[in-house]
């Protein structure tokens, strides 16, 4: 079955630190990958995904993500964090070819100090 | 245009009461998503629909619950005889179609089960 691990439960940072959010999946073939984010109070939003191509993800908010196959990983990064980017942040897969059911992995909550 | 929303925002029952929860997905959206999101589970799918059949529900915890929609829009998530565990966010999401096309999430339901 397919799964999916976030290793920072919990990251504290300060304005203008650098942030890499750790993702790996369980999954032997193909995949689709997701950020997700969830600001206080708000609605989960997309915020990259990556289906094909460039391994080098560009969102929204200066987010970016690289895809490495052979790592099963999908990590998030930032090169410089606001206080605004305080959130609950999800990775999640879905398996190519499937019904688009996503798989969510914890979730990881950034607290970034002004 | 409107999001997904979701209604009611927070419902709080009695263990062993029957609750609906309403999701009104996006317009000309075909597929709808349910989720669940529990401290315990983080966010887990329950099932999807792609118009209004729903060939995978395989995430659904137990026969208490079930899901319909109609007319290719609304859905409705039921819970019968509730149980405290059943105490969670509920999440809808919809999207153009199934698999490539992302997500959007609605507010959720908050559900208490006393």
């Known amino acids: 079955a397919q799964s999916v691990s976030q290793h920072n439960h919990h990251v504290i940072l300060s304005e203008a630190a650098s942030l890499e959010l750790g993702c790996n999946y369980s999954?032997?073939?193909?995949?689709?990958l997701f950020w997700y984010v969830q600001y206080p109070g708000q609605h989960l939003q997309l915020l990259l995904k990556y289906f094909s191509g460039d391994p080098l993800v560009k969102g929204i908010k200066g987010f970016e993500a690289e895809f490495i196959k052979s790592k099963f990983s999908f990590n998030l990064r930032k090169p410089s964090v606001q206080w605004s980017d305080t959130a609950e942040y999800f990775c999640a897969v879905t398996a190519k070819g499937n019904t688009g059911k996503l798989i969510f992995g914890q979730g990881t909550t950034l607290q970034v100090k002004p | 245009g409107a999001g997904v929303s979701q209604s009611p925002s927070n419902k709080v029952t009695e263990k062993g009461k029957d609750v609906e929860l309403r999701c009104d997905p996006i317009s000309g959206h075909t597929a709808l998503y349910w989720y669940r999101q529990s401290l315990g589970q983080g966010l887990e799918f329950l099932i999807y629909?792609?118009?209004?059949?729903?060939?995978?529900k395989s995430g659904l915890p137990s026969d208490r619950f079930s899901a319909e929609r109609t007319g290719g829009s609304v859905s409705t998530l039921t819970i019968q005889r509730t149980q405290q565990e059943d105490s969670a966010v509920y999440l809808c999401?919809?999207?153009?179609?199934?698999?490539?096309?992302?997500?959007?999430f609605g507010p959720g339901t908050r559900l208490t089960v006393l």
């Open positions: 999954y032997g073939g193909t995949v689709n």
């Open positions: 999401a919809s999207s153009l179609a199934l698999s490539k096309d992302t997500q959007y």
């Open positions: 629909f792609q118009g209004n059949s729903a060939p995978d």
